[in-house]
């Protein structure tokens, strides 16, 4: 069932036109790829922004390929390089300055700057812009730059790999269906919630491109909040959609003149009802990277990050949030140094990796309670090891890396890592705690399903049963596109949300073309009954490389996620060695 609580897009309802505000020279409508998808030489695929079967990233950026690996290209995950082999120790970038999170009292005082908000409304108040100052630092080890930092050590005997475990035989001992939905071909879906998810839907026609979907979880009723880009008249699309049951946050952006716009707006629980938008931020590509966004309850977030070649690229990095209904929006934590994942959004806090104030390359994992902004708890990664996602849930902080490192000990390869259990500690209880690594090439974020770590392999979405050493690869619909089946969850659930964009043509003849979203739960007792059809779909990989689970060992006959080290480029972040080509 399908209904709309549509907001027409208007220009009327938005900002004056930034265009008019600035006085800015179009840009070249031939300067950037419409499509995320393009060929590297066009420039990076848009960041973080999601794709739509294709339609996605905002090209008007200036970020180097590898600052592009969380590009969200449902398409074909294409956007990240080969994984490669980076070494040496951290250098120097002259980046020196004070950063960590901003303190409570300094949060409401109003600044002027490039950075500041601008000054358009949206509905009856302007969009209010908090200072930075008054800021403490959240690792004590690094409050000094040139200080010596605390960071990581885990020996390889402290690291379980899960091609070590056992694979069970099948998924449903463990987990079972208790939601089976279907949306357009080509929708991207996110579920940072226990009742609803945000999706983002392909349009009809031409324009708009996209419009937002809410997707009750436990009904499959779908509701459109966003018909098109509350800038649509301007030429603005949406390009990324996060949604709970108390409000909504996404990203338009207008790609021909380089600019974007972060809005928010709330929600009402009951009819999915959107509130009157609000516009929370606004930039230029040539400056700012389009933010990457997350939501935890009635509390948008947004990152906003230099681009690394632009004329703002010595200006910090932000963590930016607005509580749906207030007038205005908060710097919860600024980092010298661009931070290297999106913001990661859990059930009741935030998780962001900022630079650590040093004169090295350090990046310290850091969770920020959503009710009081406090910091509480922080991990600090060993020098120029730059994690491409980050998250946090039963087992306390999890991350991972598409590339080998020639140090770091037990968590130098590829993978996604995160301890046994919850060390509720800083960097040296997580240094005490026993890890297990999910030994493949990472292409999405890590959840956890009530005790569950669930991960995304090549194909299939794999959990693993970290306290009985035991992995299972939930199954792959029929007709799936290469990547498979999607993880769309992040945090700690009660459930666990995956999709798959299906276009194949059967026996029949009839040709199957739609998004398959499913609702998974843990099964009570431990195990489905061993009579239940299975849910269909493609087999999962094994550990011996042919049909079977994700989780195991290099295959043979082709190099999964592992693959030979052959020549390479320094790392952008750190000293060089030989990279070496896998698979994902």
Known sequence: MTKSNTRPSSSSRASSSARGRHGRQARSRTSAPLYAGSPKTQGPHGGHVGNIAGLGGIGVSHAKAEDAHTLFNVAGLAAADSPRRRGGASGNTGDIGTTGPVSPTSRTQPIVSRRAFLAGAVGAGAVAVVAAGGMF????????????????????????????????????????????????????????????????????????????????????????????AVGQDEGYEIYDVRATTAGVVWVEADILDGVWRVYGAPLDAASFALGEPTLLDEGETALWETPTIGIVSDQAFWQVLPQPDGDASTEDSLLKVHRFGDAGSQVWYRSHGRMATPPYSCEDAVVITPRVDASGIYYQLVRIDSNSGDVTDTLTLPGSMKPLEAGYGATGFAFSFDAWYDYGGGIANIGTYTPTANPNGSTDAYS????????????????????????????????VDIGAGQTFALPVEDGADTYGEYLATTGRRNTTVTYANVNYTPLSGETVKRCKVKVWQPVVGGAAAADQDAEGGEPAEDANGASGTEDGGTGAGSQDDGGSTGAGSQDAEGGGSNGGDAEA
């Open 137 to 228: 630092l959240a690792d004590r080890a690094s409050k000094q730059a040139g200080d010596n930092v605390a960071t990581l050590q885990v020996p390889d005997t402290a690291v379980a790999p899960t091609s070590g475990m056992t694979m069970l035989d099948d998924y449903r001992e463990r987990m079972e269906v208790v939601g089976d939905w279907e949306l357009p071909y080509g929708s991207l879906v996110w579920a940072t919630d226990d009742e609803v998810a945000a999706c983002l839907v392909p349009a009809e026609g031409a324009s708009p491109l996209t419009k937002a979907v809410l997707l009750a979880l436990g009904s499959g009723e779908t509701t459109e909040v966003l018909g098109g």
């Open 432 to 463: 005490q705690a026993s890890w297990v690594c999910f030994d493949r090439s990472p292409t999405a974020p890590p959840a956890w399903c009530g005790d569950y770590f669930m991960v995304k392999g090549r194909s299939n979405v794999v959990g």
